[in-house]
């Protein structure tokens, strides 16, 4: 049988079997067996990969396998140098709007609390997100990697364990995105953006109290919500800083 030798970095590692991480290992194929088939049996999601290498050469997802060709692949890594070659998608994985899986629930309230657009119902199917990140371009969040291997799944993001604000740091780390924050301009509730409106239109939805300290509210048009720069905005505020200033996740190599 037809044998290459695949090697897998940085944090493509982790859906690996702990005897192949990290390391150059053989693996058996069957004639005729695309690049892509082959990387998703050995466990990682094609989502995750930004580039491919067989023999030197930047290949892409469709290049099928030969005996004996050596095999590295890279995840979407900023730091890494590779202008020269061929990244797998022509637009790489930047867009900005998301689709959350269930379970991502606080995911989804702090990245729509940074600005970020994130389509969330638990109650929708598997096949139902991933139709409506097709429709409508959005990155698919989720703690799945069979979701992740479904082949509709163009742009998806594996969301590891770890705390909510490491897991946010790693999603703008790897969209290279942090430049796009607009705090506190989204409806926490239902992802719309939200405006400012004078107080006096909305004074007697203000607690007694916050019309006192407070001059500056901001509405969500479409579910009717105010916000304002409470306690729950300085408490918000202190988990922005404490995302930003997480260490970095890629290291140069
Ligand atoms: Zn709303």
Redesign the pocket.
């Known amino acids: 049988m037809p044998k290459a030798i695949f090697r897998f970095y940085e944090e493509l590692n982790d859906f690996l079997p702990e005897h192949r991480q990290k390391i150059d290992f053989k693996a058996d194929f069957t004639d005729k067996r695309s690049i892509k088939d082959m990387i998703e049996a050995l466990g990682v999601p094609h989502t995750e990969i930004d580039l491919i290498l067989a023999n030197g050469k930047s290949v892409d997802f469709t290049y099928i396998l030969q005996d004996e060709d050596r095999v590295s692949v890279y995840p979407v890594f900023e730091s890494l140098n590779i202008e020269n070659v061929t990244r797998l998608r022509k637009i790489p994985l930047r867009r900005t709007k998301f689709i959350a899986d269930i379970n991502l629930g606080d995911i989804v309230k702090f990245m729509r609390v940074l600005g970020f657009d994130v389509y969330f119902d638990p109650t929708v199917s598997i096949q139902k997100i991933i139709e409506i990140s097709q429709k409508e371009s959005r990155i698919i969040l989720t703690k799945s990697k069979k979701l992740l291997k479904f082949k509709k799944v163009t742009h998806g993001i594996f969301i590891r364990p770890g705390t909510t604000e490491k897991q946010i740091k790693r999603i703008l780390d790897y969209l290279d995105i942090t430049d796009r924050i607009r705090p506190f301009s989204r ?6 953006l ?1 405006e400012s409106v004078p107080k006096e239109k909305i004074i007697d939805r203000i607690p007694p109290k916050t019309r006192h300290f407070c001059d500056e509210y901001t509405h ?6 105010i916000f304002w720069k409470g306690a729950h905005f300085i408490r918000m505020k202190k988990v922005i800083e404490q995302i930003l200033n997480q260490p970095e996740f890629y290291q140069a190599v």
């Open positions: 409806c926490l509730l239902c992802n719309n939200l969500c048009k479409f579910c009717g919500k």
